[in-house]
């Protein structure tokens, strides 16, 4: 249970960290990442839903045991980011800076499922 603690604190904290400066930096992301943002609701509506993943990770490093059911859906989170900026990037869709964070992503759905297989041991 302190492993999954641990898992879930760290990948809210990275998540919080990462998400929340970004609500501040639309114009720098078009200019860094042309083309400049053409659907801001697109923008700030996947930070929305990603920070509010990051709560529930913080309630899930409160009671592992009793929230494990929610990995199952925290895993499929981590996997679709991930997964979708490696696919991207291979078709030459998305730069390799986002593939960095999109392996990440995957680390924590590894992590994730760890945790969720730990958690279900007597």
Known sequence: ?????????????YGFVG???????????????????THPEFYYGFL???LAWQVLFLILAQDPV??????????LEKLAFGVAVIVLHLAGRAPAL????????LLFAGLFWAAWRKTGQP
């Open 66 to 75: 009793r929230y494990r059911p929610m990995m199952l859906p925290a895993i």
């Open 98 to 105: 986002l593939v960095g964070f999109g392996s990440i992503d």
């Open 1 to 13: 249970m302190h492993f999954a603690r641990r898992v879930f604190q760290i990948a809210a904290i």
């Open 19 to 37: 998400l929340l400066p970004q609500f501040f930096t639309e114009a720098k992301t078009g200019r860094d990442f042309p083309p400049p943002v």
């Open 48 to 50: 929305g839903v990603a």
